[in-house]
């Protein structure tokens, strides 16, 4: 069964530095993996994805995450954190080898706070 | 740039009535979703749908849900007779390909409480 964790509740980051959120996962093929956030009263919205290739994958608004096969991770970060980006983010896996209409299994979320 | 669109935004009724939740998903994309999130837990999926059938659903998307896609734009989640714990926010998603890899697109959810 897939699985997705993410072992933080809540990151707080202050303005300008660097910013990281956890994400590891659990497949039982290889996976696709993906970052969504959501602001608040707003759907979630795609930031970026792990499909095949470099390990390093960038997306939205500066974003960027690294795949780790070893350690089964795809962390997300970011050089230089913005109080925009305060939000929900939500890492999601779905197994390389299941068929067509798949649908995400979701991590729990976590909540990042960054102060001015 | 095109989104996902959802109505209403917020729905209150009472339990064992019928509810109908509408999406539009953006207009080139084949295959459709509904995930709920019940307020502080995971989002979680319910339904895809593609070709006018269901390809996969989850233990949650028992007879008491149904999805349809009524015309050529729209797709629905109908809740037959709500019942107190269907009290969540309701995302509809849609992709253009169905392939694992492919990028979901959620739309704002609609937020539904039964009392």
């Known amino acids: 069964a897939q699985s997705v964790a993410q072992p933080e509740d809540q990151v707080n980051v202050a303005e300008g530095n660097p910013l990281t959120v956890k994400c590891t996962y659990s497949v039982s093929g290889n996976p696709y993996l993906f970052w969504y956030v959501q602001y608040p009263n707003r759907g979630l919205q795609f930031l970026l994805k792990?499909?095949?290739?470099?390990?390093l994958v960038k997306g939205s608004y500066g974003f960027e995450a690294e795949f780790n096969k070893s350690q089964t991770s795809f962390h997300l970060k970011k050089p230089s954190a913005l109080v925009s980006d305060s939000a929900l983010y939500f890492c999601a896996v779905r197994d390389i080898n299941r068929g067509y209409g798949q649908n995400f299994v979701f991590g729990p979320g976590t909540r990042l706070s960054v102060l001015p | 740039e095109p989104e996902v669109t959802q109505t209403p935004s917020h729905q209150v009724t009472q339990m064992g009535q019928e509810v109908i939740l509408r999406c539009v998903p953006i207009s080139n994309h084949l295959y459709f979703y509904w995930y709920r999130q019940i307020l502080g837990q995971k989002v979680e999926f319910l339904v895809s749908f593609y070709n006018n059938e269901i390809s996969e659903k989850s233990e949650i998307f028992d007879d008491q849900f149904s999805v349809e896609r009524p015309d050529g734009s729209n797709f629905t989640l109908k809740i037959r007779s709500t019942k107190l714990e269907d009290s969540a926010m309701y995302f509809c998603a849609s992709s253009l390909a169905g392939t694992s890899g492919s990028t979901q697109y959620f739309g704002p959810g609609t937020r539904l409480l039964v009392l």
């Open positions: 792990y499909i095949t290739g470099d390990n």
